[in-house]
């Protein structure tokens, strides 16, 4: 059914509702949790993986479409520098077996009942951005381990397709069919240098696409 997420702020917290597309029947699945901004929906719709606040950091949470069930997923699996432990929005695979996550400064996947997380990128250059592939088992992310953050592809072995070497990458997103991605190109060099010399930093300045075998 066309039903739709959202977060609204009420009572100091900000909680995870969903409503349908028409904006009737909006219901309150979370109380209090304090929903950080990050969720998505599982494949069929019957559940919702979202980040929330709990022991004063970003945790990972699954709940039922409905609000039942409400699990928390992670426990301080490793702080960044701000505190935060679960980063960006949450990803699921095709077929709803596994999220995967950021962790801190890297990419990492669980089960929705809490089990088995692995951290897939614990290098040197770290991960962010995870997405799953809408078919398979690949992840796409950001990581750093080449110099600039670029976009790369992890398969199901754990190795790693550089999508676009030397290409300082940033939000990215999977085509339907899985075949190429879609990404915002960084330009580093300064867009503004006023008369006094103060440059200011580069920008997003193309989308790019490439074959998800880095191709093209």
Same mark, same amino acid.
């Given at each position: 059914?066309?039903?739709?997420?959202?977060?609204?702020?009420?009572?100091?917290?900000?909680?995870?509702?969903? #409503?349908?597309?028409?904006?009737?029947?909006?219901?309150?699945? @979370?109380?209090?949790?304090?929903?950080? &901004?990050?969720?998505?929906?599982?494949?069929?719709?019957?559940?919702?993986?979202?980040?929330? @606040?709990?022991?004063?950091?970003?945790?990972?949470?699954?709940?039922?479409?409905?609000?039942?069930?409400?699990?928390?997923?992670?426990?301080?699996?490793?702080?960044?520098?701000?505190?935060?432990?679960?980063?960006?929005?949450?990803?699921?695979?095709?077929?709803?077996?596994?999220?995967?996550?950021?962790?801190?400064?890297?990419?990492?996947?669980?089960?929705?009942?809490?089990?088995?997380?692995?951290?897939?990128?614990?290098? @040197? &250059?770290?991960?962010?951005?995870?997405?799953?592939?809408?078919?398979?088992?690949?992840?796409?992310?950001?990581?750093?381990?080449? &110099?600039?953050?670029?976009?790369?592809?992890?398969?199901?072995?754990?190795?790693?397709?550089? #999508?676009?070497?030397?290409?300082?990458?940033?939000?990215?997103?999977?085509?339907?069919?899985? &075949?190429?991605?879609?990404?915002?190109?960084?330009?580093?060099?300064? @867009?503004?240098?006023?008369?006094?010399?103060?440059?200011?930093?580069?920008?997003?300045?193309?989308?790019?696409?490439?074959?998800?075998?880095?191709?093209?």
């Amino acid at each position: 059914s066309a039903r739709i997420a959202f977060i609204r702020y009420l009572d100091g917290a900000a909680d995870l509702y969903v #409503m349908r597309a028409d904006g009737t029947a909006q219901t309150r699945l @979370t109380h209090g949790l304090g929903v950080r &901004g990050a969720f998505a929906w599982s494949p069929d719709g019957s559940k919702i993986a979202f980040a929330a @606040t709990a022991d004063d950091h970003a945790e990972l949470f699954v709940i039922g479409a409905d609000g039942s069930n409400p699990t928390r997923l992670t426990y301080q699996v490793g702080a960044d520098a701000d505190g935060a432990y679960v980063r960006s929005m949450p990803s699921w695979s095709p077929d709803a077996s596994r999220i995967a996550f950021d962790c801190a400064f890297d990419v990492c996947t669980i089960e929705p009942n809490g089990a088995n997380f692995t951290r897939l990128t614990a290098d @040197t &250059g770290g991960g962010s951005g995870a997405l799953f592939s809408p078919v398979d088992a690949r992840i796409a992310f950001l990581t750093g381990r080449f &110099g600039a953050l670029e976009l790369a592809v992890m398969a199901a072995d754990g190795g790693v397709t550089r #999508m676009a070497p030397g290409v300082p990458a940033g939000q990215h997103a999977w085509s339907p069919d899985g &075949g190429s991605l879609a990404f915002v190109r960084f330009d580093p060099e300064p @867009t503004t240098c006023p008369a006094d010399g103060s440059c200011f930093g580069g920008q997003f300045d193309a989308i790019n696409i490439v074959n998800s075998d880095g191709t093209g």
